[in-house]
């Protein structure tokens, strides 16, 4: 078959800063990432030396302030970026993703003194971070959540156990949610815990269907003694800042996913313009050219979706139920774009020879991480219906 390489995403981006940008994402991920994906998918390894380099390189703290290490970049740049990098490995992607959630409390709730002591090597200095909300027992009500932390002097005291955390027992440091005062919302704090905090570790990771590469895993607290000083925010805040972290960390979601759709149809259609059926091309064949043409079709859609949300961000306008439109429709169609990639290749679409399958594998957990896909609907639907009523008696 000829060697018909993908051509690059043709972007409107802002400045010439941010096609650098770009262009030095897509450079990384050609020599750095991709190469090594497939490989270090199967073998389960974490690739730390490549958060490392992006922490280098200026990408890891993209959308924040310049006065602390970040980029200063709007979010339609940051996203695009990522997108590039979710395309060579979602591992990496996802990871720069998790990473920027868990810098948005101190970025944006954090005092003056907060920020100067610690974003600066949090942004660009070589930390890796983990954003601590879901528990075994509290998912989708994350509000139900029953770590605790309680109040010792100048310190609080945190014990629990957080579940499904990325970067979970590797990361440098971690954003936590913990009850320190009533039962539901109004009762959680937020936190930022050193990953070398006594008392803290770190379970087994879980064995996944995909995403092997990124580490998932129990978090848990025993007695770990945090500063008043490392509280974000204000006591009982806690909820609303995880809330308005997560609207933009779906945004980062659904650009992940089109990253990865687009990786799906670039082999797919790659493969079908070199397999021979019946003396011609396959991509030749009306049926399979219309499943190109579609999945094509809601990857640009997808796109221009969760980049019009980004704007809306950008704007400082009101932007959480596009977020959640962004994160459904996206993640939505990365699941059946690789869905169909695999049949597109057919038998080989099924091997580990071509990396499709593995696509298919970890496309489906983005319609589960950060808000499953019915939450989504959730959100979108109070937003235009208003809550749900709910009964009693």
């Not at 970040?70 to 940051?78: S, T």
Request: charged share 20%; proline share 5%.
């Amino acid at each position: 078959m000829p060697d018909r390489a993908p051509q690059p995403v043709d972007r409107q981006l802002p400045t010439d800063e941010a096609r650098d940008l770009i262009s030095l994402a897509r450079d990384i991920a050609q020599r750095e990432i991709a190469p090594r994906a497939a490989e270090e998918e199967d073998a389960g390894i974490f690739p730390r030396e490549v958060f490392t380099l992006l922490s280098r390189s200026g990408l890891l703290g993209l959308p924040y302030d310049s006065e602390y290490g970040g980029g200063d970049q709007p979010y339609e740049v940051y996203l695009q970026v990522l997108e590039e990098l979710a395309a060579a490995r979602l591992t990496v992607g996802l990871g720069v993703s998790v990473h920027s959630l868990s810098c948005h409390a101190l970025a944006n709730y954090g005092t003056k003194q907060q920020q100067v002591e610690h974003l600066p090597a949090m942004l660009g200095g070589g930390l890796l971070g983990a954003y601590c909300l879901s528990e075994p027992s509290s998912g989708s009500d994350a509000a139900s959540l029953r770590t605790k932390a309680v109040r010792d002097g100048e310190d609080w005291v945190i014990d629990g156990t957080k579940a499904w955390i990325t970067h979970g027992g590797i990361a440098d440091f971690y954003t936590v949610m913990a009850r320190t005062g009533e039962d539901g919302p109004r009762g959680i704090s937020a936190f930022l815990v050193p990953g070398d905090a006594a008392g803290l570790s770190g379970a087994a990771p879980e064995r996944k269907m995909g995403m092997k590469g990124s580490p998932t895993a129990q978090v848990h607290f025993d007695g770990v003694r945090v500063p008043d000083e490392r509280r974000l925010g204000e006591e009982g805040q806690g909820f609303a800042i995880a809330l308005s972290a997560l609207d933009s960390g779906r945004l980062g979601i659904a650009a992940c996913a089109i990253g990865l759709a687009q990786a799906a149809l670039d082999e797919a259609v790659a493969y079908a313009s070199g397999r021979q059926q019946f003396g011609r091309p396959i991509s030749d064949f009306q049926g399979l050219r219309f499943m190109l043409a579609d999945m094509a079709t809601q990857i640009e859609a997808g796109r221009a979706l969760y980049l019009a949300a980004a704007r809306l961000r950008d704007a400082g306008r009101p932007f959480a139920k596009q977020a959640a439109m962004a994160k459904l429709h996206c993640t939505d169609t990365a699941m059946k774009a690789t869905i169909d990639a695999v049949q597109i290749l057919g038998g080989y679409g099924y091997t580990a020879d071509f990396p499709v399958e593995r696509y298919m594998r970890e496309a489906k957990v983005l319609q589960i991480v950060e808000g499953t896909n019915q939450i989504q609907r959730m959100v979108i639907a109070r937003h235009l219906a208003g809550p749900e009523a709910h009964r009693t008696g």
